[in-house]
């Protein structure tokens, strides 16, 4: 036994594995090593920051912090100027890194297909860009590494774009993903010359989208397919399992190992277009000479300037407001009005008679209250003129496969951006007038005032959309090809140490990259705001209505409300503060 003080911790990503379904498939003896971690009572449910996309909530986890602080809101940018969407990215990011952060204390990290690390740029280790990433020479730090992974035919994503229509493809595409991650895993790993090692299987979350209904369904045509795809993926599973245990022999003493999904899963009911609804109250006006199925999906150019409002996928609503739009048309008391409006007669809508939300909240409610001065017209971070990759009109094309068209928020640059590894900032690029963004910790979260005005949150079987060519509020999944949604709740989570370090078991997402830093000795931020738990409609990965997932009961004096699994019964909103970082409440 080679004795060996290094410290290590090894973080296994598991893209949009929902916790029942883990121990589903385990009880059925379908996922022989996911058993190894999910039977376990160290597994349990985490819930995913809101928005629950994996831009978001992969940046939650390699900054330690939320939205809110990391200025990451989803897919996309919104240019106040031109109207543009264009795609976030690495360099958007405005919170230091947790590789950075381990890297000022001489500690190293190899990191694997981990989403929104696109372009790849320094960082103490070893980078291979996840999603969305176009150019394997552009998804690599060091230079050199792109030598081996072409070599190995190493691909970055899955093609996606017959996903709905064309099973075997799909499947296909997925193991010739899998395939690469091993590649990778079996090229950063053996030297270990590493503190830290972070691989995510995005394998997942491209099946459920596109045959959540063979994984769930024995009856499906497709189903043994499904599970004979989830077997190759287990056994790579298996294969990150044997090598921590092999280091733990090897060093002397278990190696930590964290597993985590971003976000729950769950079926699709219904599409619902927020866009679509807006244009039918009157709220959203379009210029479409050619009517509004004539645009593309994602052409937010369209957007006429009358317009009160606007939505950016999967939920999040924005305001026009003269305080941050240069050509808004409310004031801020009317646009508080008119959130209320909003608000009320969303948690009214139904489909078939089901409600159609489980909450919508305020970006107060999901992120904390807005900082006094923060987001004045012409602050700086609001997209400008020739930044980012234009993904609007006919551009827009290169956003197909698993995650197309999931666009995220408007104006989600950073007004300031940290330097990796430092507490200092320099300017966001692009031209900008006005007050300066806060940034320091006594200012509260330098992005808050980039949230979306409402946030919503779907009732299960509900995939919400906002797309710039609906003309209906609602569609079915043959029409679009998707079978699976996201769900903010029921993500997986294993911390083979848990309860070990006295460190209290996260929350939500951010809190596991504030596990990173803490295993490794390091202070971690400290949460801007409690996580917002609603409690309706909590629901496993059938629909089946459960109390909690998770850690269990709710926490004391937790608000609750009578619901069904199909929707909530009431037309508000029960928050609850969790006060006490252990308890996990899954919808």
Known sequence: MHTDTRPRLVVLGLDGLPFSLARHLCAQGRTPNLARIAASPNASALAAELPDLSPVNWTSFYTASGPETHGVYGFTRFNVTTR??????????????????????????RVVNLPNTYPARPIPGMLVSGFVAHDLARAVHPP?????LTGAGYRLEADTARGGSDPAHLLAELRATLASRRAALHLLWPD??????????????????FLWDAVTDEGHPQHPACMKFLAE??????????????????????????????????PVRAEVDLNAWLRGQGLLRQVMPGGVEQCHELDATTLHPDSAAFALDPGRIYLRTRRRFPDGTLDDAAGRRLAERLRRELMELTFEGVSVFRAVLTADEAYGPEVPGQ??????GFSQPGSGQIVSGQTG??????????????????????????????????????????????????????????VCVPAYGFDLKAKWNRSQIFGLPEQYGRTGTHTPDDAFWYDSQAGQSGIAAPVSVRDVGALVLRHFGLDAPERTVAY??????????????????????????????????????HTGVSLATLTDSATIIAR
Not at 144 to 148: A, E, I, Q, T, W
Not at 375 to 380: E, F, I, R, T, V
Not at 427 to 446: L, N, Q, V
């Open 84 to 109: 543009q969407l264009s795609l976030a990215d690495f360099s958007q990011v405005a919170a230091p890194t947790i590789f950075d952060r381990l890297g000022e204390r001489g500690l190293t990290s």
């Open 144 to 148: 050199f590494l792109l030598g081996p």
């Open 192 to 209: 270990l010359a590493w503190n830290l090692f972070v691989l995510v299987l995005t394998e997942t979350d491209r099946l459920f989208h």
């Open 233 to 266: 993926w287990d056994a790579l599973l298996g294969e990150v399992l044997d090598l921590v245990k092999a280091l733990s022999a090897r060093d002397g003493r278990p190696v930590r190992l964290l597993a985590l999904a971003d976000h729950g899963f769950g």
């Open 375 to 380: 987001g004045a017209l012409g602050q700086p």
């Open 397 to 454: 094309s290169c956003l197909t496969g698993a995650e197309s068209g999931v666009a995220g928020a408007t104006i989600a640059g950073a007004g300031k951006r940290l330097l990796p590894g430092t507490g200092q900032s320099r300017p966001a690029s692009g031209p900008a007038s006005g007050p300066a963004a806060p940034s320091g910790p006594e200012d509260g979260p330098p992005l808050r005032w980039a949230a979306p005005d409402l």
């Open 532 to 569: 917002p738990v609603v409690l309706t409609g909590q629901a496993d990965w059938r629909g089946a209505q459960v109390s909690a997932l998770g850690h269990g009961s709710p926490a004391s004096g937790a608000a609750s409300s009578a619901s069904t699994a199909s929707g909530p019964a």
